[in-house]
């Protein structure tokens, strides 16, 4: 069904919705569509609105309210840069689906397409909201294709993909299907899996998406994973740490965007903060280190710069003559140090309060890190021996003219 079809559906009902009536909206969406589909597949990210719908869906299977799909398999989607309590909700909660017989399949990136091995090893620049947005992708959409096409490849047949896209009823009501997960509230890739996924090589026609919590306000989330969920009639689910973790109490105001740890895209770093009140989890707190280094990382310093127009393949010139690049094997290096320092740090504290121990980067992420640097690798279309971005150059403008500089670096 396409989302456009769903809003119209949902905008109907779009008045005031009260819990009971949000999931008895869902529950209809999931017998109208359902049926259709012999095999179900739900793309879980952890966060709170893949979480309410996954464990929604289980609590309308269990109790006969939906039919069964002939397969039901979730997809757990794990960047490997999760906020720490939300990294341990879901382990115990794919140990509460193994025990329903539910197949989990844990979805990640290849070795060295994960967010830190890219920038880290790779030297790639951390994404930004403007020129390179290339995270949402690589560590979620991607890994969730090739999952996605290698069981249909097992099945044969179609897969309804249900996802936790969530508008609320104003925007539906409104209209404004917003995809961005850059926007306060949406759980970072789930607007992708919506959009994105159904269209991919592979995999259209074959796949139909659903997003069955399309309607629900955030209270009814926070609602969802604190009391409901985790009642034994609802399906006695580790869900209430998810929602603690965006503040307990202060959940049910708090409007908080669900994504990676130091998310560079993100304005603030809600979820952190959040997490850091609560005394259980302020050893966390050198988790601030990891957003000003990524912003540090993007200056000039750090980066090579091409030193003048850029010629592509097809003849052409690059339209960005001067354009920074990747990262200096130092900065990478310095990077990577102060990462490890970080998760020392925490883990330190960790030790000493028995709290649960971080991953940032494990063992062989490491190695890999440093096998990239020590065989000196650039990102394609670099050599190495361009300038960094901090060097004076004379300035060369798209159509080739070069302003010659005032003043060389000998002469300051
Ligand atoms: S949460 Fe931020 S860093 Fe992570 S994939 Fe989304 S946009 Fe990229």
Redesign the pocket.
Known sequence: MSLQLQTDIFAEGAQRLQMTESIELTTQSLQAYGPDHEHWGIAWSGGKDSTATLTLICWLLDTGKIARPKTLAVFYAD?R?ELTPLAISAERIMDELRERGITIEVVRAPMDKR?MVYILGRGVPP?NNNTL?W??RQ??IDPMEEALRQRLDGIGGNILMITGVRQGESAIRDRRIEMS??KDGAE??QGWYQQVLPNARGLKGRLATLAPLLHWRVCHVWEWLRHWAPAEEFGDWSTRAIADAYGGDEAEELNAR???I?????QEEKALETVLRNPQWAYLAPLRGIKPLWRELREPQHRLRKPGLELLKDGSFAKNPQRLGPLTFEARLMGLDRILSIQDECNRAARAAGRPLINLIDDEEEARIRELIAAETWPQGWEGDEPTGDVILDVVYANGAVQPRLFSEEDA
Do not use: V
Request: hydrophobic share 20%; charged share 10%.
């Open positions: 960047t840069q967010f994404p947005r995270c949402t560590i979620k997960c850059g970072c890739g669900t994504g990676c130091g998310c560079p895209l993100a």
